[in-house]
Structure formats: C-alpha cells, structure tokens
C-alpha cells in the first residue's frame, strides 16, 4: 500500500551509460515531481508533470527526459550519464486543486563512477 | 524570486526537551503554504507539519508547533518532549499560490541527546 514508489532505490553505474529511474503513485495525484537532492543534501525541483503535461522544467541538461505514461506514472531517463549526476532524486506527487501537500517517494540513490 | 533560509545548520536537544527550528522566507505573493517535512537517515522525506499563508492560527500535530509570523516572514519549528526519534534533517518548504514546485531551505541537522 505504498503512496509513493521508486525504482531501484540504489544505482551504481558507469560514466556515458544510460539509466531510468520509475516513479509510481497510488494516490489518485494529477501532478508529479522529480526532485534533486545534492551531496549537500540541497533539494531542488527538476520536472513537474501535470495530467501527463510537463509543466515545470527547471534549468536542467537534456541529457534527462521525463515521461509520463499515464497520471500515476513518471519515470526519468538519464543519457551519457556523468560523475556530476551522482545525487539522490526524488519523485513526488500532490493534487493540484486540494491542499497542495507533495508527497515524497523513498529516493533513489545515484552513483556514477 | 522566493527563497527560503534556515540559519542554523546543526542544533541539539536534550531528550525530553524543547527545541525550536529557524526558517524565514522571502516572497511577495500573499497566498501561500509553509511547510516542515523530516528526512531522517533513511533518507525518506516525512511531512512534519502544514501552514496556509491565509490562516493566522498555528498548525499543530502532537508535539510538533509551528510559531507562523507573516508579517515578518518567519516560520519556525518547535518540537516539545523531543525524543530519538526525531534526529534528522529537518528541511523548512515555500509553495507560492502560483507555482507548483516546493522551494526548500539548505535544512538542519537535528541531534537528540538521551
């Protein structure tokens, strides 16, 4: 009965490759997040989607592209992955027209060598 | 742009006792929400606590009270009876009326002295 899912919740990868992260949410949410937590533990908003629209996109590399299959769903896929990428992210999810309170999936820990 | 601030990177309590978190904030909307959420080393980030910018009362959840100033911008954490437990990084959150993304402090590490 998990609200908020991610997987994996670790990676260890090499420079250059390619990797996905998946998100999913059971609570009936029409928007979701991917959030970045640095080694410094600063979080910052990467992507918001809204009803499968992107609405938010901070000033991230191409290199991350966001999809959203569906309303319960947004995954993030990471190309030519490099060492700078290495960062907690998380995914969360909120209504838009009540209460506003984003909740948080368990993170996924990304190392690249 | 908003910001967020939590001046005290680390603080420590005694067990059992009372220790307020410092957050202060910058914006120039006037509908707004504040927000506390944990994450201890578990890595999993727990909402704590919840103020709408509208309401002039403080939120409370059991032992955990907020002290909301608007006119000054400010919005601290008080954490009564602390206990184990509550050791973690507390991160301080701003969700303007118009944006959809939270905007978080740098955070501050909770220590709990048994």
């Known amino acids: 009965d998990t609200a908020v899912s991610q997987t994996p919740k670790y990676l260890v990868t090499q420079m250059g490759n390619d990797k996905s992260i998946k998100c999913e949410q059971n609570l009936g949410h029409d928007t979701m997040y991917w959030y970045k937590q640095d080694s410094k533990k600063f979080l910052k908003i990467m992507f918001s989607y809204n009803n499968k629209e992107l609405i938010i996109n901070e000033t991230v590399p191409n290199r991350f592209s966001p999809k959203s299959p569906d309303k319960a769903h947004l995954n993030l896929h990471i190309n030519s992955l490099e060492l700078g990428d290495s960062a907690v992210y998380f995914c969360?999810?909120?209504?838009?027209?009540?209460?506003?309170?984003?909740?948080f999936g368990p993170g996924t820990r990304l190392l690249v060598l | 742009a908003q910001t967020v601030t939590q001046s005290q990177p680390e603080m420590s309590v005694q067990e059992a006792e009372t220790v307020t978190l410092s957050c202060t904030y910058d914006?120039?909307?006037?509908?707004?929400?504040l927000f506390w959420y944990k994450q201890p080393p578990s890595r999993q980030m727990i909402l704590v606590i919840r103020q709408e910018a509208y309401k002039q009362q403080n939120a409370t959840e059991n032992r955990f009270s907020v002290n909301f100033q608007k006119a000054a911008k400010s919005f601290s954490l008080k954490i009564s009876d602390s206990q184990l437990g509550d050791a973690a990084m507390y991160f301080c959150a701003y969700l303007g009326g118009s944006q959809g993304n939270l905007i978080f402090g740098k955070g501050t590490k909770l220590s709990v002295k048994p």
């Open positions: 914006t120039s909307e006037s509908d707004y929400y």
């Open positions: 969360a999810s909120s209504q838009r027209s009540v209460g506003k309170t984003q909740y």
